[in-house]
């Protein structure tokens, strides 16, 4: 019983910036991780970034000091901060998280957001 809800997704410029949010909603008792990642026609979906909820984090090559993962625990929110995007960039942005369900078994689930579009234009 548990949603992902994103939203910050559309069209920009190159060189423009876009910042993306996914908001979890339902029965979540802890967040272990966190990322986004995207998939462009004709090519595979692909890790783009993660956070862990000891904030650590881990990057595409591609997106390496343009793009920013960070988590807002207390709302259950995410986000994805896009910078000096490129028209390579384009894709659906898909969010996921890896959430603890029940914490008496240790029970985690992984899910999806519905993917948000993203046109870095010339």
């Known amino acids: 019983q548990v949603q992902l809800v994103e939203s910050g997704g559309g069209l920009v410029q190159a060189g423009g910036s876009l910042r993306l949010s996914c908001a979890a909603s339902g029965r979540i008792f802890s967040i272990d991780t966190m990322g986004w990642y995207r998939q462009a026609p004709g090519k595979q979906r692909e890790m783009v970034a993660v956070?862990?909820?000891?904030?650590?984090?881990n990057y595409a090559d591609s997106v390496k000091g343009r793009f920013t993962i960070s988590g807002d625990n207390a709302k259950n929110t995410f986000y994805l901060q896009m910078n000096s995007l490129k028209p390579e960039d384009t894709a659906a942005y898909y969010c996921?998280?890896?959430?603890?369900?029940?914490?008496?078994?240790?029970?985690?689930?992984?899910?999806w957001g519905q993917g948000t579009q993203v046109t870095v234009s010339l």
């Open positions: 996921n998280a890896l959430i603890v369900t029940n914490t008496f078994l240790n029970r985690k689930n992984d899910f």
């Open positions: 956070i862990t909820s000891s904030r650590s984090t």
